[in-house]
């Protein structure tokens, strides 16, 4: 239970990021620099997956979705608003704010699907006690 909060918090920053720059160029130039990203630089292990390839990028996005196909046959509609998340993030489906909408409805998606999967195992987990009583 803890990693799936943990990984729907991550996909609310990946949104919370996303709305913030959606507010625009003068909005982000505004803003102070970081200090820890002058580190975060020297270390190629990090900076090539985090911030060179990052969270926008196509790999991380088919990522996300090859990921909820395993839940398919539990949670389809879950699994259909990740699929829908991804067409707009790969700009197939034009839509305004398309990171802010994507993120959205991928943060939908698998919240839908650990809500749904958590309760298949509670289930799976009482029937299993009453057979073995």
């Known amino acids: 239970m803890g ?3 943990l ?3 991550g996909l609310a920053f990946i ?3 996303q709305i913030l720059l959606a507010q625009g160029n003068e909005f982000v130039y505004s803003q102070r620099p970081v200090e820890f990203a002058n ?3 020297g ?3 990090v900076w090539k997956p985090f911030i060179s390839i990052g969270p926008s990028s196509k790999v991380f996005n088919v990522g996300l979705l090859l990921l909820a196909l395993n839940y398919f046959k539990e949670v389809k509609r879950g699994v259909l608003l990740i699929f829908l ?3 707009v993030l790969l700009h197939l489906i034009p839509v305004p704010l398309r990171l802010v909408v ?3 409805l991928t943060l939908l998606g698998f919240g839908i699907i650990f809500l ?3 309760a298949g195992i509670v289930s799976d987990q009482n029937t299993h006690t009453q057979k073995t009583n």
């Open 43 to 45: 270390v190629p292990s």
């Open 39 to 41: 580190h975060v630089s």
């Open 15 to 17: 949104l919370t990021g």
């Open 3 to 5: 990693l799936k909060v």
């Open 102 to 104: 994507g993120y959205s």
């Open 7 to 9: 990984f729907l918090f």
């Open 116 to 118: 749904k999967s958590k």
């Open 85 to 87: 998340a991804t067409l």
